[in-house]
Nanobody, 121 residues
Framework: QVQLVESGGGLVQAGGSLRLSCTAS????????MDWYRQAPGKQREWVTT???????NYADSVKGRFTIARDNAKNTVYLQMNSLKPEDTAVYYC???????????????WGQGTQVTVST
């Protein structure tokens, strides 16, 4: 059983910064790609950014240059540094990871429970 737990959300003024963390725990053999998604009120969940195990990154255009994803493979943790936050960044942020529980298991996507980020004007 694998669990992803996010932390670091909160209320911040426009222009401010927040750092989210997400740690995977349980039976884990390896973790491949790790992502952040977000869902604003009344909108569909959208992809924000991805980091591969090797550290290659991709970002949605809406956050490029403001958000930075990083990971610590030894800690099974992914981070999202969010700078120059805007009110439109307000959403519940979810982490997702492609995890293999054992060497013979298929890779499966797992989601965290989400953490609220609210950016005020």
């Amino acid at each position: 059983q694998v669990q992803l737990v996010e932390s670091g959300g909160g209320l911040v003024q426009a222009g401010g910064s927040l750092r989210l963390s997400c740690t995977a725990s349980g039976t884990i053999f390896s973790i491949n790609a790790m992502d952040w998604y977000r869902q604003a009120p009344g909108k569909q969940r959208e992809w924000v950014t991805t980091i591969t195990r090797a550290g290659e990154t991709n970002y949605a255009d809406s956050v490029k240059g403001r958000f930075t994803i990083a990971r610590d493979n030894a800690k099974n943790t992914v981070y999202l540094q969010m700078n120059s936050l805007k009110p439109e960044d307000t959403a519940v942020y979810y982490c997702r990871a492609d995890i293999r529980a054992t060497w013979y298991s298929a890779e499966r996507g797992s989601w965290g429970q989400g953490t609220q980020v609210t950016v005020s004007t």
